[in-house]
């Protein structure tokens, strides 16, 4: 230990004498610029910032210039009106009477920073003004008053927008638990105040947190650690050139070395603590250490003790007089006076605003309530009217499946009256040659019984020949009715349902035969072209018959009807000059996109065209552009589900007043 204790008094006697203070004019300097910065800016956060840098700029070690600093920051609070300006100026007065030794002025300036900080509503000033006030109790060791201060500066520094704030009440709980002798408590946040400075590379008041870890260690017992971090705070109070910082720090190694029974060396320090505020404005500060040395000489010496003890007393009369005492007591009085009544108005208002909430609570759940009964009669009500619609809907929906099968048998009734007249047409030809024929015979008959009669036998032979010509041609034509009747009635019957192979080209031309003769039939005054262009290498292919040829009677009976309509539409097309109403038949090989073999079947006409407005309407069932009463509109719908359930697609091409196409795509 004695080793230890002369390399330390060899160190000390190395420190550069502390005489060599920054000078006042460069710090009066430094503080105007920042004053200029502060009344300039109207943002909250950079003038507590600039504020800040205010107490960095060394000027603490002059405490006149910081009640003149103070009244800068009065003056230009004034001409900003600016809160945050105002109480930092209480802050700076406050700090200013208290490192002069008036704590009874400091801790009323500091009451009304802290009331002024409340305002503001800025938490990293009020973290400040409230770290300040902790000061006079922490000097005046009572601990609990600054203890439970510098813990509330430290949660409002947490809630600023701050960093560097946190650093100060950090520092200052390290050191109100090291003299409640809390090491572990004390240790922590000296050290996480230390960690932060190095961080934001704030090093004023590193110095005074390096000598409460480096006291903390002391009180531990552990030497070696203690006069290593001494070392670090002396060198950085040097660096910082602060006498109070290095009056501590003595102090505190003078409490180190009579807590190890070293009363020389505890003195040396004690008595170089009084000689660092020698004729300084923080001679106050010679108190502790001057009641150190008089108890060390109490017993030894009775002139130094009677020195000493002098010296103690002129400081604490100053600082703990009785009126003093009683002033500082009153005034602690009313702030918390103050501070109750703040607490009081808190819990009032939190009480009505909790009164309010339940209030609004409440009002919100009748509301609900209301709400959801009006809901649920809405509900019972839309569920009644549901309920009598569904019954509508599902009668007329009976009523419409009735009307649709009607109409589709009007449909099928109405393709088999095309069917009718066709065939009706188609045969009579043969009718009228075989009737013709017959009567020609009768009237030869005739003639040839009254030749035998004269008996001119050859000319009885030239009119059997001529009976018999005609017996043939009769018969001919018989034949030719009896096959188009029974082709007619093949692919006129209901259909089963099952594919057979079918030769595409004679069923279209069938149909398109027809197709014409049912329209002629019907209106006498019909003409049109039919073209018909044949692929007759698509052999046969599986369909059912009956459906297909309905497909096409209906796609050439729609092109008929669209280059030669009846009255009052016709006359459109006809009416252009040159104007030749044609449908053109084709058939032709396909490839499907899927690489399938398959057929086209095409009806094209040169008539007005599908307007595009009803485009995609033309395959929805009942859709029709036909008059009232000649058409179900249902004749496409039918060809599309039919071309469907073959696999194929039924697709359309139109251009107005140009034409139509119609393209039946049918896998082979």
Known sequence: MKRITIFFCFFIGLQPAFAQDVPMEKIRYSVDSLMQLIGQTKDEDSQVRYILNLYNTKVESYPLMVIETAQKLSLSAQKTHSQITEASSWSFYGQGYRLTGNYIKGLECHHKAVALSEKTGNKALLAIAQNQM???????????????????????ALLGKNEETIIWPMMNLGAIYLAMNQIDSSLYYSKQAYDKSIQLNVIRNQPYILMNIASAFSKRGNNAE???????ALTAADESQSIRFKNLIYEALAEHYLRNHQPDSSAYFAKRAITTVKNSVFVFLSMKPSKLLTDIYENSNADSTLKYLKIYRAANDSLFSARANQQLQMMTFEEDQRQQELATEKSKYQNKIKTNILLGVLTTILLIALILF?????????????????????????????????????????S??????????????????????????????????????????????AIAKNVTDNEEKIMFHGKRADSIVKGMLQHSRSSNGVKEPTDINALADEYLRLAYHGLRAKDKSFNASMKTEYDENIGLINIVPQDIGRVILNLITNAFYAVCPPPPEGGLQSSKVGYEPTVILTTRKWNSPLGDLGVEIIVKDNGNGIPSKVLDKIFQPFFTTKPTGQGTGLGLSLSYDIVKAHGGELKVETKEGEGTTFIIQLPA
Do not use: W
């Open 374 to 414: 009006r809901n649920n009669k809405q509900k019972q009500k839309a569920n009644f009217l549901l309920h009598r619609q569904k019954e509508e809907i599902q009668s007329a929906l009976s009523q419409l499946k009735s009307t649709q099968s009607q109409l589709i048998q009007s449909e099928k009734m109405a």
């Open 416 to 461: 088999l009256g095309e069917l009718t007249a066709g065939i009706a047409h188609e045969i009579q030809n043969p009718l009228n040659f075989v009737n013709n024929f017959s009567e020609v015979n009768k009237e030869l008959l005739t003639e040839m019984n009254e030749e035998l009669d004269k008996g001119n036998y050859d000319e009885v032979k």
């Open 226 to 232: 203690t006069m290593h971090t001494f070392s670090e």
């Open 134 to 156: 902790g000061h006079i109790y922490k000097d005046r060791e009572e601990n609990e008053k600054a203890l439970r201060l510098y813990q509330t500066a430290r949660d409002n």
